[in-house]
Structures are given as C-alpha cells and as structure tokens.
T-cell receptor, first 114, second 109 residues
C-alpha cells in the first residue's frame, strides 16, 4: 500500500514564525499536493508538484511556499505564520502526471497558530 | 473559475439507498472522482469516472454526464459505518485536482 507520511499530527506555532510541514511518500509517485481543510470549505489546493523542483500554484497559494528537492518529499512552508493559517493541512500523492489518478492522502497535520 | 457544488448534508437510514449529487463548472475537465473521509481520518479514494455512464464498485456506484457537467455517488444498502463526509473532485488535464466542499452523510438506525 502507498504510504504518505506527514511529519507531525499536531503542531502549535506562534504568529510570525516560519513553519515547515513535511510530507514523504514511498511509492515513487510523480505528483504531490498540499491542501488545507476547513469546516464548510472542503479541501482547498495550495500548491502541487508534478516533478522534482517543479511547482504549480493552486487556489490559495498566498502566504505559502513549497519545496520539492527530492521526488519522495514535498514540503509546505508558511513564510510568516498568521492566525488565519490555523487549519488542517493534508498532503497527497498520485502516480503519474495525468490529472485523473487517485490521490493518496496522509493523516494530516492540525496546525494552530497562536 | 472552477467550482463544484454538492449538498452539505444528507441523512438516511440503514439499508436505504442514497444519492449524492455533484455539479461542476469547469474547462479542461479530465474526470470526476469521489472520496470518503471519516471524522479524524484522511480522505480515501472511492471511484473515478472519465467517461459518461455508471461505474459500480460493490455497494457504491458513481455516474457521470459530461454534457450536463453532473455526476453522482450512489450508496446502496447503507450501513452505519458509511457515516462520513463524501467529496467529489474534478481532475484537470494540467495535473491538478479540485475538491467540492463535501457532503456529510449521517446513517441512522
């Protein structure tokens, strides 16, 4: 089975801090995604990547950046955390560059910004 | 822009059949997927439609009409464990995917 591992299940940070959320997948998938999930809003795409060092903006990239230095790892960076970035963050991966492949999700990181 | 609409809540009883609809307005559409998410859990893939018609996987079926920009998830013989949130998601030919806001299904005894 595909395993998508997010480094932290719960995280508490302070306003203005630089925050790193890490995600690793073990199935050599090409695509990786970062979403945030908020009540009533579903999953909103922040960034995705279809290859090493490649990234594409999703619907809500403002205040975030990403890094994909290795195929298996996709990092989400909050440059200067703000309280409105308190949310559940979900990482996902899918096998190929086609946009229809099933996505495999990690267990999520519940991030609180104080 | 790209938007998906699905009902926010649905309630049904055990053993019943329930249909969760999804409409989308989009260009570059590649296919419609459905995901299930239990409280506190990660979304898990249920089904995918690229072509018009019905796809059946056990008690779950999914339907797509590209001309109507519409699809649905059909859950039969409902069980208590089916209580969860269900998301439709549209894949695009530029590799990304967009999710709906989710439908919370409550199955009652």
């Amino acid at each position: 089975d595909v395993k998508v591992t997010q480094s932290s299940r719960y995280l508490v940070k302070r306003t203005g801090e630089k925050v790193f959320l890490e995600c690793v997948q073990d199935m050599d998938h090409e695509n990786m995604f970062w979403y945030r999930q908020d009540p009533g809003l579903g999953l909103r795409l922040i960034y995705f990547s279809y290859d090493v060092k490649m990234k594409e903006k999703g619907d809500i990239p403002e205040g975030y950046s990403v890094s994909r230095e290795k195929k298996e790892r996709f990092s989400l960076i909050l440059e200067s955390a703000s309280t409105n970035q308190t949310s559940m963050y979900l990482c996902a991966s899918s096998p190929t560059r086609q946009g229809n492949q099933p996505q495999h999700f990690g267990d999520g990181t519940r991030l609180s910004i104080l | 822009g790209q938007s998906l609409e699905q009902p926010s809540e649905v309630t049904a009883v055990e053993g019943a059949i329930v249909q969760i609809n999804c409409t989308y307005q989009t260009s570059g559409f590649y296919g419609l997927s459905w995901y299930q998410q239990h409280d506190g859990g990660a979304p898990t893939f249920l089904s995918y439609n690229a072509l018009d018609g019905l796809e059946e996987t056990g008690r779950f079926s999914s339907f797509l009409s590209r001309s109507d920009s519409y699809g649905y998830l059909l859950l039969q013989e409902l069980q208590m464990k089916d209580s969860a949130s269900y998301f439709c998601a549209v894949g695009y030919n530029n590799n990304d995917m967009r999710f709906g806001a989710g439908t919370r299904l409550t199955v009652k005894p």
